[in-house]
T-cell receptor
Framework: AQKITQTQPGMFVQEKEAVTLDCTYDTSDPSYGLFWYKQPSSGEMIFLIYQGSYDQQNATEGRYSLNFQKARKSANLVISASQLGDSAMYFCAMREGGNNAGNMLTFGGGTRLMVKP | DAGVTQSPTHLIKTRGQQVTLRCSPKSGHDTVSWYQQALGQGPQFIFQYYEEEERQRGNFPDRFSGHQFPNYSSELNVNALLLGDSALYLC?????????????FGPGTRLTVT
């Protein structure tokens, strides 16, 4: 079974509007972390936001917020007030185990976001 | 503060050849991970180095090997290249400990095997 599933291969959003990128995960480990990365056409993976499995509140970083629904095993990324520079590939990733378990990330297939002017 | 750097940027090799890719971690980071990203897919974990030893390994054959040096920089070696090894190879660095979730990626090395 896929550990990270991103069901939206591509999405359009109007500039200045909010957009939600979906991510569901599968793990039996009670301790895990969820990540979102942005990958522009240049190729570099840019860290956006992190949510730990034991975190009580949803993570927020500027215009990025993570809608963490543990029971549903979903970790959707919400981008508010979209900008043209947000056009890129977005990847959801998971690290299983606690802080001493290593840093292996399992990535989803990604969602291409296109922001329309 | 320099981020993660990788060299070379691009590389073209022939089937059967060997290749070495290099990575310097972000200042202060001691752990280096390597990922392979085929075109149109998400990155796949190859292995991770900490204290000059391979600590975790993904589902990659022994043709893929690595090394970490005392200054924390790392090399990825791929022997007997196959056409399917063509991909973007990403290096990520992090710091062992409570803030281990802060994992930063380099710009990648794009390898083309002909």
């Amino acid at each position: 079974a896929q550990k990270i599933t991103q069901t939206q291969p591509g999405m359009f959003v109007q500039e200045k509007e909010a957009v939600t990128l979906d991510c569901t995960y599968d793990t039996s480990d009670p301790s895990y972390g969820l990540f979102w990365y942005k990958q522009p056409s240049s190729g570099e993976m840019i860290f956006l936001i992190y949510q730990g499995s034991y975190d009580q509140q949803n993570a927020t970083e500027g215009r990025y917020s993570l809608n963490f629904q543990k029971a549903r095993k979903s970790a959707n990324l919400v981008i508010s007030a979209s900008q043209l520079g947000d056009s890129a590939m977005y990847f959801c990733a998971m690290r299983e185990g606690g802080n001493n378990a290593g840093n292996m990330l399992t990535f989803g297939g990604g969602t291409r976001l296109m922001v329309k002017p | 503060d320099a981020g993660v750097t990788q060299s070379p940027t691009h590389l073209i090799k022939t089937r059967g050849q060997q290749v070495t890719l290099r990575c310097s971690p972000k200042s202060g980071h001691d752990t280096v991970s390597w990922y392979q990203q085929a075109l149109g897919q998400g990155p796949q974990f190859i292995f991770q180095y900490y204290e000059e030893e391979e600590r975790q390994r993904g589902n990659f054959p022994d043709r893929f090997s690595g090394h970490q040096f005392p200054n924390y920089s790392s090399e990825l070696n791929v022997n007997a290249l196959l056409l399917g090894d063509s991909a973007l190879y990403l290096c990520a660095s992090s710091l062992r400990g409570p803030r281990t979730y802060e994992q930063y990626f380099g710009p990648g090395t794009r390898l083309t095997v002909t």
